[in-house]
């Protein structure tokens, strides 16, 4: 039953897990003194007497219904020892089976995986088909989960499953079981995707055949709900907490549940409803549920108190820890306070001071918050808990000591605890001399957040006092958790905590950046490439978090590649053997480089030197980083690099958003944070800009029209510079693998029929895209005849790909999102990464209806993204519903450059500069701003026959567009 102690722990992450290990072991060593007969396996014969006793002890055994398992291995143990009942081989199996449960639980799984082995040595067991093995793979899967071998645990998960499901009747609660397990193993080594799926999988098995299996559906839709919130999927979260209400709410009138039953049914119920109120900050809420469960526990018999009042404290954590996000510092206080109504354990004592200490550091209340941090490290020393809790409380100490003007004690607090971290002495003149290999069994989120804090610590310190040593003591540990980010980053899953992390690496090296005589030129670039593999390997783990499984060869060796990892840090090799593991882990590693999703977002062999001398003279390459709290700028040109602080993410997110809210007024509303944001974001550096100029954005940047931005002298940036927008460094350098050469036509343009679906017609998009396909000898594909297949049949054969269609966000998920074909058929975004799509092009006319909302942290980067992977050199897509006449222009000229020959990123910026001069009175952002390009910015080779119609385009041309672009007036 390993799976209710790992998920347990994980479901109440705030518990003594030591209590509760104890506690589950305790259950079984009730039933061990019985368990040593089943060692003797070595009559055969068949017993149905046998068959029914074995069916009715699995069945109770994974329903956990201990009690009732003892009685039935008494009489068979009876009937066993006295010769009444023999066994078959398969019998004989699954006797074994429940035996290496019993050793497992005893904590001799050595012993389990001893019996398992001498099993396959039995001639009356070879005759047995594979599938009959299934129970002892499983079993092998729980020992080494218990060992926490993740690797050969899942290994052992996965045999099971694929025996169990070849079996004819198979056991299905072990089957659910299995799966539940696997889904955990999963989860630990970073495949989110499989794990929810596993987890899925044996929710529908108890769901369908076990509803009275009450411990075990609770366990699952525990993991599920814990999955979709870690996820930030709540509406999926909401859902399963719906059924996990109703279930208990149906169980309780159509089963004689024993009190205790459930009670503990309705209190795991009340603390999942308290992670997702958390989760989704829903404080009066939680607060309900608060006063629910402590109703429950009030009234509750004194034995199920005592056992379950550690929920309680959790839940009371998780209403603390929210109230002191929402900045409402006294109302989390109190409900700290509440904890101490319960029996607290050593463990819960020192947890309460902690979260005190924390609560009032956020406050700013420093005395307070030292008293408590004191305190909450003396009740961890004292009851031998400490480990990285120790480590944190330190830090904690000494950040508390700096604010309080103790710098020699704060620093004397660091000297020590890092001193106890790495098991030598250290002073703040040896700490620079650290490399990462001092810290190369300490990867783990938790020791990433003593190293920022420690470093964040000494450069406050060395700034103040200007101290040469405390400020290399700070980048020194700042460049070791970058290491560390990125050794730990990928042997785990996207996680927003690490996303925070990552940025509280950079903004410390950053900020460091212009100290004098810190860092040379050389180690400036490996820091900046440190940093640049650190952001493209989390955009890439990102990406995987949410299309892992449906990347085919690449799931399959990214499995492979953790697996290897995880064995190498396992086992304690020999050199030889050291040797052999690193040489397949680099095989493994040689693989996935050639993947081209690992490609597309790590960037290949990306060397930021090599990139550098290849720009162009005249361009500047602008990548805007986004910290925990200040922006800056990061400027690449062929003769040199430079890092400028900006100003502060708060004022920029503020200006940003005063833009956003004036672009739908049309009135001067717009100039005033036009004119900041250029203070803040361009003026900096204007001296040092090319007229070229590329930008990477970051963050809420995504939906800034940085074109609209107005300079000192009133000018708006596209009157000074030729921009586009760029996905990273890596992608500039390195296009997918899928991006072939274009085939003979220019362009192909889609207006799909919606008849009969949910989504609205979009009026005259067929008068659009004929009249479009008509003057520039393309192909159209209208009404019923735009179909996803045509659509994809189209990809080889067109440069320019027009779509004046609807397109669907998911906002939970935006690779779920689509563009939305005749009769209402889809092409998901992430169908798109596995797809030949090597169009030099593609348009977006109107599918600003669905995919034009901004997404947090990406903008519209998504579906730039999803269709560059696909092999898309360039998109141009609007950042906001842009009218249909003044579309119609920028797009006639716009086409008209291309034609001449003029580079994207030129045609489009002229585009703008021309429909400016002739429209003086329409310079409001909203006419012209909206429609960027985002990818290559080469020139497209125009044919012939394409080249025939610009002859005849001129005012013809523009009054076709004009008209077919004003009579869109009826679109979303």
Known sequence: MIQLISTNLKSVSTSNQSDLIFSMLFRFLRIIFISSFFILISKSAISQNADSILLQIEKKQFQSNFDQVIPLIERLSADFSDGKINLSPSEKLRLAAIQMAFFNAKGEGENGLALADSLAKLPELKSLPEEAWASIFFQKGDIYLYEEKMLESGRNYEKAIQLFERQSKPNFAELALCHNNLGYVQDIL????????????????WKTSYLDDFSNIATVLNNLIFAEIEYGNYEAAEDLLRFFDSYVREIKTSFALKEVEELDLELKLLL???????????????DQILNRAEILLRNAPKEFFNDQWVVLAAMLEEAGFLQKELKNFQAGAEYYERMKNLPLSGFFQMKYQANLAILYYDAGENEKALVYARKSLQLLEQFGFGGSSSFSLKVLQADLLNRLGKETESVTMLEGMLSDLLGKSLSSSSIPELTYRDFKQLNNERYLTVLIKSAQIFQRIGQK???????KSSLTLFRLAAEMFQEYYLK??????????????QEGIYSLWQEKNLLTESEKYQLLALLERNESQQGWK????????????????????????????????SASQEKSLQEELKAIEKRMEEEASYRFFTGGNFDLREFQIGLSPDLSVLKYVVTERQVFALLVQRDGTKVIPLAALETVNSWVGELRASLSKLDDSYRLPAQT?????????????????FILPDDLLHSLPFEALIDADGRFLVERYVLSYQQSFRQMAFQSPNNETWRTDFLVAFAPDYQGTKYRAIQNNREEV??????????????????????????????????????????????????????????LLRELYQMNFPSELVVLSACNTGIGTLMPGEGLMSLSKALNLAGVKSTIYSLWEVPDRETAELMVDFYDQIQKGQPKNVALTLAKRNFLQKNPLKKHPIFWAGFVLNGNTDAMEVTSPTRIWIAGLGLTALIVFGIAFSIRKARS
């Open 542 to 573: 990102k990406f995987l978090s949410k299309n892992e499984e449906y990347l085919g060869s690449t799931s399959e060796i990214l499995r492979d590649l953790n697996y290897k990892n995880l064995e190498i840090n396992q086992q304690e090799p």
């Open 272 to 286: 999942n409803y308290s992670r997702f109120y958390g989760a989704t900050k829903a404080d009066q809420k939680l």
């Open 492 to 505: 785990g899953s996207y996680t927003q905590s690490l996303e925070e992390i990552h940025r509280q690496i």
């Open 770 to 827: 004929d009249r479009l396909a008509t003057s520039l000898s393309g192909k159209s594909f209208m009404g019923k005849e735009a179909t996803k297949t045509a659509f994809v049949e189209s990809f080889t054969d067109f440069q320019v790909h027009h779509l004046a269609m609807h397109a669907e966000q998911n906002p939970s998920n935006f690779e779920e999102s689509a563009l939305i074909f005749s009769e209402g058929e889809k092409l």
């Open 465 to 471: 006092n200007r101290s040469e040593s405390d400020i």
């Open 190 to 205: 970073g495949f989110q995707n499989r794990s929810q799926e596993s987890y899925y999988r044996a929710f529908e098995i």
């Open 677 to 693: 944001l250029y203070r803040l974001l361009i003026a900096p550096l204007e001296n040092s800009l090319s007229e070229t100029l």
